[in-house]
Each structure stands twice: as C-alpha cells, then as structure tokens.
C-alpha cells in the first residue's frame, strides 16, 4: 500500500517538525532567564531600568563584577564557601564509602532492612530536625561557625550510601572473595580493591556534595551569624536585602559569579553528572 | 571471641559512622522535636513542660492556618505541574530528535543553579515594571500581572520559579524512558496505537515506578518549600506566599518560640508521612513493576 506508507511518513514529518518545535520553545524558554541574567549584569543603571528593555547592552560593561566583588566581601564567601565543600566531600567519601561497604559487600542478618532504614531518613523534613540541631551546636558553641556545616557530613548521608552501594553491587564478589583468601582484611579490600575500581561513581558523589554544599541555603542562614562566615549563597542573599533592589545590574553581576562555578564544574564533569542522576531514578 | 562476633563488630565498625551520624543527627533532634513541642522553650531558658498548649494554640493561630492553605494551593499547583512539565519534556526529548545531548543540557542546567543565585535572579525577571517577563507578556499582547505585588499572582511566580528548576526529574525521566523495550512500542504500531496511545498504554505504565518516586520527592519538597519564597518574597504581598516553612523558621529563630516551631514540625512531619502513605498506597496499585 505504497499511498499510506506515504501518508504515514509525512505523518512522521509532521511530528517530527512539531517535536523539535516544542523543545526549541521549551529550550529557549529554560536558557532565557540565564542569559538576562548575564546581559543585566553588563549593562550600566540607565540602561537597566530603560523601557522597553535592551535586548542586548550597547556596551559590554565588564566592570559591573569588578564592582560587585567589591561591594560584597567576595572573596571571603568565596573563601568560606570553598571551606565547606572541600570539606564536606572529604567527610562524605569517607564515611559513605565505608557505610556502602557494609551494606553491599558484607553479609549480616537484617542488612536490606536496615538499608531500608536508610533511605526512609531521606524522607525525614528538615524542619523537623532543624529547632534541636540548632540547639545542640548552639550549646556546644558551634553556631556563627562553618562546623555545622560540614561536620555531619563525616557521618554519611543517605544518598550518598545510595549510590555507592549500587555501583558496589555490580563488583563481582569473586574479586572480594580471592583477596580474603589471600588474607586481606575487609578494610584492605575496600581501600585497595573496591575503590579503585569505583573512580567514577566517587566522582559523581563528590560532584553531588560539591554542588549540595554549593548551593545550601538554609543551613547557613540557620547557623551562621557573622558576614565574616557567610558562604556565598548566603551573602548573596545579604547583599540583595541590603541594598533595597534598585542596583540590579550589580546583583545579577553577583548572581552570575555565584553560578559561574557550578556551571564550569558541570561542563568539565557533564558524563558523569547525567550518569549519576540517572541511577538516581532507575532504582527509586 | 567467636568469629561471629568477629564478624558483626566487622559490620558495626563499617557501620559506625552512619549509626553515630542517624542517632546525633536524625534520632535525637526528632525526639527532641517531639519533646519541645509539649514545652514553651525559648533557648534562652531550658524548656517548661506545657502539655498539648501549643497545639491548642495552633488550632486557634489563624496565621498557622493561613500558612497551611498557601501552602496546599502551592503544592496542589507545583506538584500536577512539575510532574507534567518534566514528563512532557523527557517524553518529547525520547523521540527521534536531533541534538538531544544538547538540549538536554539546556534543560538540565538550571536545575543546578543555587537556589540564592535563582531567587534574585527571578526576582528580577518577575518584577512589575521592569521585568523581562511582563515585557514579553506585553509584546505578545497579554495581560501582564504584576506578580510579585498580587496576591492572587504571587503563588503562581513561586510555581513557575519552582518548575524552571525541574531539569534533575527531567534527566531522571529520559533515563527511565531509554530502558523501555522498543519491542513494546512496535506492538503497540502493530496494534494501531498512535503517539498518544503509546503515551498512555505503554510509556506511562513502563515508568510508573519512577513517577512514583519522583512524586513522592516532590510532595515532600513542595510541602517544605523555603528558599525561593524566603528571597523573592519573604512571605508578601499580604502574607500570600508566607508558606508553612516560612512562619516555622520566624517562630523559632525570629520569635524564638522554639517548641511552638517544634509543634509545627511535627505536625508537617505527619501531614507528610500521611501523604506519602496514601501515595504509595495509591502507587501499590497503579504501579507496574517489571519482572515482579
């Protein structure tokens, strides 16, 4: 029927046109955002606030992030930042690493419920925890500090576990079983064994807690007190209620330096991003 | 010593950390939830033990109450919508396309902005006056409102801010979408099922487990939504975006009400775990599971 396989495939035409329109409409409208973002932040004060709008600045006004990294003390967020995401990703790798272990390469009675314990304290609010974690690190005089911080995270997070487990899971046992043969000690086999084997999904996780610690908020505004300690999300967000929200090529100046890092960091690592956040959702 | 015992302090010592870090940080300050919210607590002192005070008074709060209706209409609205913004997207981007890798990123990256860094910058977008939105919206000839300054509207912006950062379920969504068999689809052609029919009775029921999990994440995000109100808004206009988790941080670290915040939590806590019951529930029956 050679007339409906023609029909068919214009059909196919049809959708395929109508497919790529809608993600050029949708990728537009998820990219424009961010460009204004970049284009504020070059623009001077006058042409900010010009109506209508400046589709694209006339002079490219490279100074504005001079000016904004100087208004706000940059460079000692940047500084805090930094402090905790380093240490943050150390505390994590440690700690989730030995825990995946156990939960993936030991073998002891009530191991899948207890892993089942685990990821139910994903599910825990925040809210619920923050009134008495505030409370104990105020008592042991941790708050206006950056310990809150990065502290608990050397006592493994649940999604960490997660994902190291899964990526452990798939290592043969034989491999495991050969070494102990050989009188290796499970510590052993970890440190030589399973994680030189696991570099990318110890990558992925310290990508994830980089960028977690990155971009954490609320924890911040919770514990820290003096702007000397603020991290950059934070002092961002100190910076825009200061200044009342008329400066706005200056605040998307700022905005773009908090972002930039992310971003850079994303297009470096991208593979193992999309990889990582895939294995996410296969096994939820 | 046996080497069973051996064995299971083995699995304590790789264990420790997480069992110190559940007990400190997760154990205790719910229990301690619990126990403050029975008490009037201001820090400054030690907790008084007032019995079921502070849930009387919430009863009566008409704040509290005000607080958990915005927050019901935010996430009646954030969750049906994010679920089909991201599905509609993974959907459209599993097709035969060109530059998928690219328009994936394109998706993708502003879910990785901070949160700070997305508020301002949707603050700006959003604005009344000057906004780039209500430019557009004018251009295109439709009513632009001014959406940080209405209460009617100011919902909606937190929405559509929330949705702009929807890329991690969209990535999720794709992933789970390539592991479904292309044999299952070309029975479906077979059987005269169109691109809608395919949607329906083979897609969405192949990836049912994922939306489960991704609902059920949204749900429990949506209920505690903080940071973008906190900065675009702060709870204006009118109170009209002071959500529930808002009027819980100011009580207990702006009014230092410290175990009425607690009774707060706890209730949440509860309205969450109902939720996610009923969900899944829901979920045990809709939900298909392969090779189960």
């Avoid at chain 1, 991290?231 to 972002?259: I, R």
């Avoid at chain 2, 619990?34 to 400054?44: A, E, G, N, P």
């Avoid at chain 2, 994440?217 to 959500?243: C, D, H, K, N, W």
């Amino acid at each position: 029927m050679p007339a409906n396989k023609k029909s068919m495939k214009k059909g196919n035409l049809l959708q395929s046109i109508v497919v790529h329109a809608l993600l050029i409409i949708g990728a537009i409208a998820f990219m424009f955002p961010l460009y204004w973002m970049v284009v504020t932040a070059l623009k001077t004060l006058p042409e900010v606030l010009q109506s209508p709008p400046l589709w694209f600045p006339k002079k490219l006004l490279w100074s504005n992030f001079k000016t904004a990294i100087n208004i706000i003390p940059f460079w000692t967020y940047t500084m805090n930042t930094v402090i905790v995401c380093v240490l943050s990703v150390i505390g994590t790798l440690i700690s989730s690493t030995l825990v995946a272990y156990a939960f993936s390469r030991l073998q002891w009675k009530g191991r899948e419920f207890t892993f089942k314990c685990v990821l139910a304290t994903m599910m825990i609010p925040f809210p619920v925890l923050m009134v008495p974690l505030f409370v104990l690190f105020s008592k042991i005089g941790w708050v206006g500090s950056l310990k809150p911080l990065w502290a608990p995270t050397f006592f493994a997070s649940a999604f960490n576990i997660f994902l190291l487990r899964q990526f452990f899971m798939t290592i043969p046992m034989e491999l495991s079983e050969a070494a102990r043969i050989d009188g290796c000690s499970e510590f052993g086999i970890l440190v030589r064994i399973i994680l030189p084997l696991s570099k990318p999904v110890l990558l992925v996780v310290a990508l994830f807690q980089f960028i977690y610690s990155w971009n954490d908020f609320l924890a911040p505004l919770i514990y820290l007190t003096r702007q000397e300690t603020f991290t950059l999300s934070l002092g961002l967000q100190f910076y825009q209620s200061q200044q009342g929200g008329s400066q706005w090529n200056y605040l998307m100046a700022a905005a773009t330096l908090v972002v930039l890092p992310v971003l850079v960091l994303y297009f470096i690592a991208q593979r193992y991003f999309i990889e990582g956040i895939s294995l996410t959702g296969v096994k939820g | 010593m046996t080497n069973k015992q051996k064995h299971i302090l083995k699995v304590l010592a790789f264990l420790s950390p997480w069992i110190i870090g559940f007990i400190v940080f997760q154990l205790y300050p719910i229990a301690s939830s619990v126990y403050y919210s029975f008490c009037y607590y201001d820090i400054l002192r030690p907790p008084g033990f007032v019995g079921l005070d502070n849930y009387r008074s919430l009863l009566t709060d008409e704040v509290f109450l005000h607080s958990l209706i915005v927050t019901g209409i935010y996430a009646a609205l954030a969750i049906p919508l994010s679920l089909i913004v991201s599905l509609f997207f993974a959907i459209l981007l599993n097709q035969k396309i060109f530059g998928r890798g690219m328009f994936r990123v394109i998706y993708f990256l502003p879910s990785l902005i901070p949160m700070a860094a997305l508020g301002v910058l949707w603050k700006w977008v959003l604005h009344g006056e000057h906004g780039i939105l209500n430019h557009i919206l004018r251009l295109l000839h439709i009513p632009a409102p001014n959406w940080l300054g209405s209460t009617a509207w100011a919902t909606p912006a937190m929405v559509m801010t929330g949705i702009w950062a929807v890329g991690g379920s969209i990535v999720i969504y794709l992933a789970a979408l390539q592991d479904v068999p292309k044999s299952l689809y070309e029975s479906a052609e077979i059987d005269g099922a169109g691109f809608f029919g395919k949607v329906r009775h083979v897609t969405l029921p192949m990836i049912s487990p994922v939306i489960y999990f991704n609902l059920v994440m949204t749900i429990i995000a949506s209920l505690q939504v903080f940071v973008i109100p906190y900065i675009i808004t702060e709870g204006g206009p009118a109170r009209s975006t002071y959500y529930y988790a808002l009027y819980l941080f100011d009580n207990a670290f702006r009014f230092l009400r410290m175990g009425y915040a607690s009774a707060m939590a706890i209730i949440l806590f509860l309205i969450i775990f109902t939720l996610t019951m009923v969900t899944t529930k829901i979920a045990s029956k809709k939900v298909y599971y392969a090779g189960k």
